[in-house]
């Protein structure tokens, strides 16, 4: 079993023509927490997205827990164990907060099953959101849309978390308390 949960090696992705990522390197242990950092443009949406498919092409090598990913369909990425919660939220505007949390499924594999979050634990870990579980999506400050889409992450049970712009919106102390 490998010790490192994501490796990726010489990873280059295209968007249509457009060459965008030119052999993008990383390792990551298990246990890690890593960002990505740069201005505007650099590249690490694309990176992520490219991780899980989600780039009209790409060529390197994508390994998670040691399993070679680079030419897998993004559902099976996400079946390793691969959560993604991009910039953008995703939130239901029709649904609740809450329906919005029970809305993905967990990911099928024992390992997940283990990692994944209930509800009770969610609403301990983000006390925001149990107070606004009635209260349909769109009904959410920027900052709770941001929680509900982590949230939603961690009751699938994925144990490699992708997220995009993910303090936006967060109060500084939620973000040195939930990062710690």
């Not at 490998?2 to 990383?26: C, Q």
């Not at 201005?39 to 949406?45: L, P, S, W």
């Not at 680079?70 to 029709?94: D, K, M, N, Q, W």
């Not at 949230?151 to 699938?156: C, E, N």
Request: one cysteine or more.
């Amino acid at each position: 079993m490998s010790a490192l949960a994501l490796e990726i090696k010489d990873l280059h992705a295209w968007y249509g023509e457009s060459h965008i990522l030119h052999g993008v390197n990383m390792s990551v242990p298990k246990g890690s927490v890593v960002t990505l950092l740069g201005r505007n443009g650099a590249g690490r949406t694309t990176t992520m997205r490219a991780l899980l498919g989600l780039t009209g092409s790409r060529k390197g090598s994508v390994r998670i827990h040691g399993q070679e990913a680079i030419s897998l369909p993004t559902h099976r990425i996400a079946h390793l164990g691969v959560g993604y919660c991009p910039e953008e939220r995703g939130i239901f505007a029709s649904l609740s907060c809450e329906e919005n949390l029970l809305l993905p499924p967990p990911l099928k594999n024992d390992k997940a099953a283990a990692n994944a979050m209930s509800l009770d634990e969610i609403y301990a870990m983000f006390p925001n959101l149990k107070e606004r579980r009635n209260s349909p999506g769109t009904r959410l400050s920027g900052g709770e849309q941001q929680m509900l889409a982590v949230a939603r992450i961690l009751r699938t049970g994925a144990d490699i978390l992708l997220l995009d712009e993910i303090s936006e919106g967060w109060r500084r102390s939620l973000c040195r308390r939930w990062l710690a």
